[in-house]
């Protein structure tokens, strides 16, 4: 993102309406949203990108934007502590496949699985709790 440019992720409850001006640009059909959940999201991601998901002078949550199996996304680090470890990241649906399968390649010896949408939800309620 440049100085001009910011993206706005809603996660939860109805679909805003977006407002009808030029400087708004709905990218919801266009775009691959994911999140990694879990205490081995570290060990599996630093497998795909050399991005510092640990840096210690950053504070959570965080902004990064870079390669992520050699996939320019958008990642923010949601929590980085075992049992708040959270990244969520978007790219381009076009490497929706790529991507996947690249990540549960990475995952395989933490058994890292899909979990869906709820599973997602549930991370979220546990840690505003």
């Known amino acids: 993102m440049n100085r001009t440019q910011a993206s706005i ?21 266009v775009t691959l949203f994911l999140a ?12 795909l990108t050399a991005l510092d998901f640990l840096d210690p002078l950053k504070e959570t949550p ?19 502590i075992p049992e708040r470890s959270a990244i969520l990241f978007t790219c ?22 899909p979990a869906g949408e709820n599973a997602f939800r549930e991370w979220v309620n546990k840690i505003s709790d």
Request: glycine content about 10%.
């Open 92 to 113: 381009s649906r076009g490497y929706a496949q790529d991507m996947i399968a690249a990540i549960f390649e990475a995952g395989t010896e933490f058994e890292l699985h």
């Open 9 to 29: 992720w809603h996660l939860s409850g109805e679909d805003p309406a977006v407002p009808d001006d030029q400087g708004f640009t709905d990218v919801t059909d």
């Open 62 to 80: 965080f902004l990064l934007q870079g390669p992520f199996s050699h996939v320019p996304c958008q990642i923010v680090i949601l929590g980085n």
């Open 36 to 47: 990694l959940l879990g205490k081995d999201i570290f060990s599996i991601s630093e497998k």
